[in-house]
């Protein structure tokens, strides 16, 4: 039987708990999603990877008047 995913968006501590709470008394099997396990693993060590060069300065910033000759399409 395919099931439904439910997703609870932005609930506050006291609500998670009250949630988290609630569907363990159904005894209904649930998962937790942190950025972590949303996205690919190999995914989110690129992203973070790329903002400690950009703190670190190993950036290139682009203007958008360069944007086009920067792409090659000038």
């Known amino acids: 039987m395919l099931t439904e995913n439910i997703y609870i968006v932005h609930p506050n501590a006291e609500q998670a708990d009250a949630l ?36 670190q300065g190993k950036a290139t910033r682009i203007g958008k008047a360069d944007l086009q000759d920067f792409l090659g399409l000038k």
Do not use: M
């Not at 609630?22 to 190999?42: H, S």
């Open 20 to 55: 988290k709470a609630f569907i363990k008394a159904l005894k209904i099997d649930f998962e937790v999603a942190t950025a972590d396990n949303i996205y690919n693993p190999a995914f989110v060590e690129k992203v973070r990877k790329s903002r400690r060069q950009i703190k």
